[in-house]
């Protein structure tokens, strides 16, 4: 079964995605060729910033941006130019700084001991028939 059709972030073509990405395959392609020029660049000149890397790459300050918020790149001079996406301070890639990507981890972290809490049944009721919750049994044999 195919994906839903959308259209794509980069170029605004039509497409059918069957992953959570925003870009069409070719303009996947086309990030991926650019990172690899963006990656090799900031190898040889590793306290370049965006500005430099784009001028020099030839690849949009964007792209540089987005593979820095998706965490493939990092870049030691970032000047203030990435932020966190929470609490605003300066961070070198990423969306989130250490300490709001812990905390985000610790609230995820109670939200799902406290679902997994309320999907338990109750301490007392174990082993009993509890409706349409209770056990089930699938009989294989004749299929």
């Given amino acids: 079964m195919g994906g839903k059709v959308v259209q794509c972030k980069k170029c605004a073509r ?8 925003p870009y069409c395959p070719y303009c996947v392609e086309e990030l991926e060729k650019n990172f690899d020029m963006v990656k090799n660049y900031i190898y ?15 690849v949009p300050e964007k ?6 918020k998706e965490g493939r790149l990092s870049i ?3 000047n203030g ?3 966190c996406e929470n ?3 300066s961070i070198a890639t990423g969306r989130f700084c250490e300490a709001c990507q812990k905390q985000l ?9 406290e679902a997994i809490e309320k999907v338990k049944p109750p301490s007392g009721q174990k082993g009993k028939r509890q409706g349409a919750l209770g056990r089930m049994h699938i009989d294989i044999r004749n299929r």
């Fill in 14 to 21: 039509l497409f059918q995605s069957l992953s959570s990405s």
């Fill in 44 to 58: 040889d000149h590793p306290h370049a910033n965006v500005m430099e890397i784009s001028t020099e790459t030839s």
């Fill in 63 to 68: 792209d540089v941006f987005y593979f820095l």
């Fill in 76 to 78: 030691s001079e970032n």
């Fill in 81 to 83: 130019m990435l932020r």
């Fill in 87 to 89: 609490c605003g301070c």
């Fill in 105 to 113: 981890e610790r609230e995820l972290s109670a939200s799902v001991s």
